[in-house]
């Protein structure tokens, strides 16, 4: 196995719930094999409070810095990480112009309904996030345990695709 250490970004819209679940989860699953960030097109600027108690419920730590809502231009400019993955995790940030990556990476969209568009009392919120975070999870457990630096990249991003579809 390689020592390699694979750069993921996970991008939404607002970068306050979906991408933020899934950076910590990879962080903490990843065990040191991915490095991920989250950064979403049009940040909201602060990190939803039920994204934050879905993470700590999982036993997912936070980065020592906290997790932060950010732009993707941060990951656009010179001297960020090159990138070997970025996700989607909302249509809407699908469907727009992305900037050019760092290290051209493979691309998927691992759609994910709204967590924070959840309407309804704090428990129906609050299982909306786990929900969210379930699928991620099971999601970036598909993406690690394939041999990525043994596939070709055409089968890599096939695979990738389909773990989207799931």
Same mark, same amino acid.
């Given at each position: 196995?390689?020592?390699?250490?694979?750069?993921?970004?996970?991008?939404?819209?607002?970068?306050?719930?979906?991408?933020?679940?899934?950076?910590?989860?990879?962080?903490?699953?990843?065990?040191?094999?991915?490095?991920?960030?989250?950064?979403?097109?049009?940040?909201?600027?602060?990190?939803?409070?039920?994204?934050?108690?879905?993470?700590?419920?999982?036993?997912?730590?936070? /980065?020592?810095?906290?997790?932060? &809502?950010? *732009?993707?231009?941060?990951?656009? @400019? =010179?001297?960020?990480? $090159?990138?070997?993955?970025?996700?989607?995790?909302?249509?809407?940030?699908?469907?727009?112009?992305?900037?050019?990556?760092?290290?051209?990476?493979?691309?998927?969209?691992?759609?994910? /309904?709204?967590?924070?568009?959840? &309407?309804? *009392?704090?428990?129906?919120?609050? @299982? =909306?996030?786990?929900? $969210?975070?379930?699928?991620?999870?099971?999601?970036?457990?598909?993406?690690?345990?394939?041999?990525?630096?043994?596939?070709?990249?055409?089968?890599?991003?096939?695979?990738?695709?389909?773990?989207?579809?799931?």
């Amino acid at each position: 196995m390689s020592n390699r250490i694979f750069n993921v970004l996970f991008i939404c819209t607002g970068n306050s719930a979906r991408s933020i679940l899934a950076e910590g989860l990879l962080n903490h699953l990843g065990q040191g094999r991915f490095m991920a960030w989250s950064a979403g097109s049009q940040p909201k600027g602060e990190v939803h409070p039920l994204a934050l108690e879905t993470l700590a419920s999982l036993r997912v730590p936070s /980065p020592s810095e906290g997790f932060r &809502s950010k *732009s993707w231009h941060e990951f656009a @400019q =010179a001297g960020s990480p $090159a990138l070997d993955f970025v996700f989607t995790v909302c249509d809407n940030a699908a469907g727009e112009v992305c900037p050019v990556w760092p290290g051209q990476p493979m691309t998927a969209h691992w759609g994910q /309904p709204d967590p924070a568009a959840v &309407s309804g *009392s704090p428990d129906a919120q609050r @299982q =909306a996030f786990l929900s $969210a975070a379930h699928a991620l999870k099971r999601r970036i457990e598909l993406m690690m345990a394939l041999p990525l630096d043994k596939l070709a990249p055409m089968s890599l991003q096939a695979r990738l695709d389909d773990i989207g579809r799931q």
